[in-house]
């Protein structure tokens, strides 16, 4: 009908079979919709989705080389109004109860009938034809409390998510593009996440891991300093050093003869 609403609608899965039968098979006019764009996995998909800014997500979460529920905590998070509806041949219980945990509107399995998607297609036309006209962006704060508080463990699951990334990878050159295309978010986003939940920006926190190992390795009497400082990352020798004593109060030396002062101690004090 004139006036009525018409929303975006963008679809995920590796089996092109699949996409291809979501597209032809579902009547997306009667739901008020249209497919404005596909993908084969999550990373494809999060491009696609920044671009079109679709209002409504059906997207497998167990695709080769990507991890589901950081996908869909990502999108959650950065696109707080758009609704997700999960179709997955993964039987996990306690999967399905993370996703939805996450704010997911439906968690189907394949096969699921045709009544089971179309209802799920109702549901999420439903909501957003329930958010105010000036909502209009999948990108929009949203106002409903209940999506308030699936952003907010959206929000807190990535930037668990991207500290265990950045445990895992301080050693290497990190940057923030790469630590954001990890979780499936965009870099502005998850700087945002970052300074909201964990009261750091990006640097702050890579930099407060690779000294913290930085003083493991200073432990090592074998091991020079600048050994040290290739060990954790740093390619600059005065990066490391301006940042070892920014964190510390000290130098890599003093911090190492400290410790041998303590060693050498009678209490070991």
Same mark, same amino acid.
């Given at each position: 009908?004139?006036?009525?609403?018409?929303?975006?609608?963008?679809?995920?899965?590796?089996?092109?079979?699949?996409?291809?039968?979501?597209?032809?098979?579902?009547?997306?006019?009667?739901?008020?919709?249209?497919?404005?764009?596909?993908?084969?996995?999550?990373?494809?998909?999060?491009?696609?989705?920044?671009?079109?800014?679709?209002?409504?997500?059906?997207?497998?979460?167990?695709?080769?080389?990507?991890?589901?529920?950081?996908?869909?905590?990502?999108?959650?998070?950065?696109?707080?109004?758009?609704?997700?509806?999960?179709?997955?041949?993964?039987?996990?219980?306690?999967?399905?109860?993370?996703?939805?945990?996450?704010?997911?509107?439906?968690?189907?399995?394949?096969?699921?009938?045709?009544?089971?998607?179309?209802?799920?297609?109702?549901?999420?036309? +439903?909501? *957003?034809?329930?958010?105010?006209?000036?909502? /209009? &962006?999948?990108? $929009?704060?949203?106002?409903?409390?209940?999506? @308030?508080?699936?952003?907010?463990?959206?929000?807190?699951?990535?930037?668990?998510?991207?500290?265990?990334?950045?445990?895992?990878?301080?050693?290497?050159?990190?940057?923030?593009?790469?630590?954001?295309?990890?979780?499936?978010?965009?870099?502005?986003?998850?700087?945002?996440?970052?300074?909201?939940?964990?009261?750091?920006?990006?640097?702050?926190?890579?930099?407060?891991?690779?000294?913290?190992?930085?003083? +493991?390795? *200073?432990?090592?009497?074998?091991?020079?300093? /600048? &050994?040290?400082? $290739?060990?954790?990352?740093?390619?600059?020798? @005065?990066?490391?050093?301006?940042?070892?004593?920014?964190?510390?109060?000290?130098?890599?030396?003093?911090?190492?003869?400290?410790?041998?002062?303590?060693?050498?101690?009678?209490?070991?004090?």
């Amino acid at each position: 009908m004139p006036g009525e609403r018409m929303y975006r609608v963008v679809l995920i899965d590796d089996e092109a079979i699949i996409l291809e039968g979501l597209r032809r098979v579902i009547k997306w006019s009667d739901h008020r919709c249209e497919v404005a764009g596909t993908a084969s996995d999550g990373r494809e998909g999060s491009e696609v989705i920044r671009r079109v800014k679709p209002h409504i997500l059906i997207t497998d979460i167990r695709m080769p080389g990507d991890d589901g529920l950081t996908m869909i905590a990502g999108l959650r998070s950065e696109f707080p109004n758009m609704q997700i509806t999960v179709l997955t041949g993964y039987r996990e219980f306690g999967y399905a109860q993370q996703a939805i945990h996450l704010g997911v509107t439906r968690f189907l399995l394949k096969p699921s009938k045709m009544d089971e998607i179309n209802e799920a297609l109702q549901t999420m036309v +439903e909501r *957003l034809d329930k958010l105010p006209p000036e909502i /209009s &962006d999948p990108e $929009d704060e949203p106002e409903d409390n209940s999506q @308030a508080a699936d952003m907010e463990r959206a929000g807190s699951f990535i930037v668990n998510q991207a500290v265990a990334y950045m445990e895992r990878n301080y050693k290497s050159r990190l940057s923030l593009q790469e630590v954001a295309d990890s979780c499936f978010v965009s870099q502005w986003h998850l700087s945002k996440l970052l300074n909201k939940y964990a009261q750091k920006n990006f640097y702050d926190i890579l930099n407060t891991i690779r000294i913290r190992e930085a003083k +493991e390795l *200073l432990r090592d009497p074998e091991l020079r300093v /600048s &050994d040290v400082c $290739d060990r954790v990352g740093y390619t600059d020798a @005065a990066h490391f050093a301006r940042t070892f004593r920014k964190i510390t109060g000290m130098s890599a030396n003093e911090y190492r003869n400290s410790l041998k002062y303590r060693n050498d101690k009678p209490d070991g004090r």
